[in-house]
């Protein structure tokens, strides 16, 4: 080779150096749906589900249940602002400095099935069911506990999960938080995971009742809003985004024909999660034939 095709080469390696890579939330090839948890795949807030048997087991004072039970009612009545999710952030730590992180995870894992499971919108899991077909990851993206979201999103047959994240020393909750997934933090949560994952945001899906998440939504090349509070639906009105109304929480088991506790004790290893798909799969498939 020439000298000047030495340094022709050299030239065009330096630009190849210089040319920043892709990042694969923009320029990926797999495609996931981000759910928000609670009013979008579950009829109630996932948190307050559980204050009663954490209320059983100690960790709650009947006060606590109480502005829990009232913080839930408006909640419910007109959704959540900013206002509220501040709020809420702080007596969520109040409320768990000192708990112990193995007992809060036993309490959810013995009533899961009887408190959850109920709650789960049909619309919502034909929907999950959909893009797993489709080869979508599913991710449930909430700015409820990871002790909590964990196991409902392993249920549902979530791929991933992005949820709040306290500080916890010795066992025990300290009260403060280390991530909260609310507002921009579900951005910045699903940015990572399509960076590690290799999503391309623009043709990923999001939905969410809740116009706090419109900067997940708006992250997101197909937006939905689900059930959607005064303020997104306007916000979804305009921008011509699509609106789902889900109206028909029923029981995951309740759908399917029970199986045998020979048939459990067979697929415990494989886990929850991978029959409920499986089944939900199998039903969606069958409507579409």
């Known amino acids: 080779m020439t ?18 890579t892709k990042r694969p939330s923009a320029g990926g090839e797999r495609v996931a749906a981000f759910f928000d948890l609670d009013k979008t795949v579950i ?4 948190t307050y589900v559980f204050s009663k048997p954490f209320y059983a087991q100690g960790l709650l004072n009947r006060r606590a249940v109480l502005e829990s039970s ?16 501040e709020r809420m952030r702080a007596n969520l730590t109040n409320m768990v400095a000192g708990w112990d992180v193995e007992q809060v995870k036993s309490i959810v894992a013995e009533t899961l099935h009887e408190l959850v499971d109920p709650l789960i919108y049909a619309e919502a ?33 979530a791929s991933h999960t992005a949820a709040t ?8 909750y300290t009260g403060e938080v280390e991530f909260y997934c609310y507002g921009a933090g579900k951005v910045t949560a699903i940015e990572k995971l399509a960076a590690t994952e290799g999503y391309d945001l623009s043709r990923c899906y999001a939905y969410s009742d809740s116009v706090t998440d ?10 939905t809003a689900v059930n959607p509070d005064r303020n997104l639906r306007r916000e979804a009105v305009a921008k ?26 067979a697929t415990a290893a494989v886990g929850l999660s991978a029959v409920l798909a499986g089944a939900i799969s199998y039903r969606l498939l069958r409507r579409l034939r």
Do not use: C
């Open 214 to 223: 419109l900067p997940m939504l708006s992250a997101v090349g197909h937006p």
């Open 43 to 46: 009829a109630k807030s996932s």
């Open 240 to 265: 011509g985004w699509p609106i789902l109304t889900f109206s028909n929480p029923v029981s995951l088991w309740a759908r399917f024909q029970s199986p045998s506790s020979t048939t459990l004790a």
């Open 3 to 20: 000298a000047d095709g030495d340094q022709t080469e050299l030239e065009d390696q330096t630009a190849r150096d210089a040319t920043p």
């Open 125 to 157: 899991a034909d929907l999950i069911a959909d893009h797993k077909i489709r080869g979508h990851d599913v991710v449930i993206v909430s700015a409820s506990g990871e002790e909590i979201v964990g196991p409902i999103a392993e249920v549902l047959g």
């Open 70 to 85: 009232y913080a839930h009612f408006l909640f419910m009545l007109s959704g959540a602002d900013h206002d509220q999710m």
């Open 165 to 172: 994240r306290m500080v916890v020393e010795n066992g025990r």
